[in-house]
């Protein structure tokens, strides 16, 4: 358990760290996702699985998928393609993490390091698209 903590800890480090937006820009809707984002990935990033076990972790998470998969929507219009990429590498990350719960092996791990691996990739090449608009 311990490890699979550390392994969505690492990968959420890296997402998205790009700064808050200017909220009267066109763009503010995608910039204020953008920064719920960031402030799921830093609460997942804090959970402590020892003191407050699996439950906290997986309601985190939870935040966490539900806070990107509005950025998605929102940054569709004008992100499309990395949109797209960030919601297959979201569905990679799902399917790995069942599988590493169903039957868990170093070769599910492996899974799960890559798919976050890929998923925090795409979230970084919709930050960089995103530099200039928040």
Avoid: W, Y
Avoid at 17 to 27: L, T
Avoid at 66 to 72: A, H, P, R, S
């Amino acid at each position: 358990m311990r490890r699979i903590a550390l392994l969505v800890s690492a990968a959420v480090l890296g997402v998205l760290p790009v700064a808050g937006c200017a909220s009267d820009s066109p763009q503010a809707v995608v910039c204020d996702s953008l920064t719920a984002v960031q402030n799921s990935a830093q609460h997942v990033r804090e959970t402590n699985v020892a003191e407050n076990g699996l439950n906290q972790l997986r309601t985190n998470l939870i935040q966490l998928r539900t806070d990107v998969q509005k950025l998605i929507a929102d940054a569709k219009n004008q992100f499309a393609p990395q949109a797209d990429a960030i919601r297959a590498s979201l569905d990679q990350v799902s399917s790995t993490v069942n599988v590493a719960k169903t039957a868990p092996s170093t070769t599910a791990f492996d899974a799960v390091r890559q798919a976050l691996a890929a998923l925090d990739n795409s979230v970084k090449a919709l930050g960089d698209a995103m530099s200039g608009t928040c």
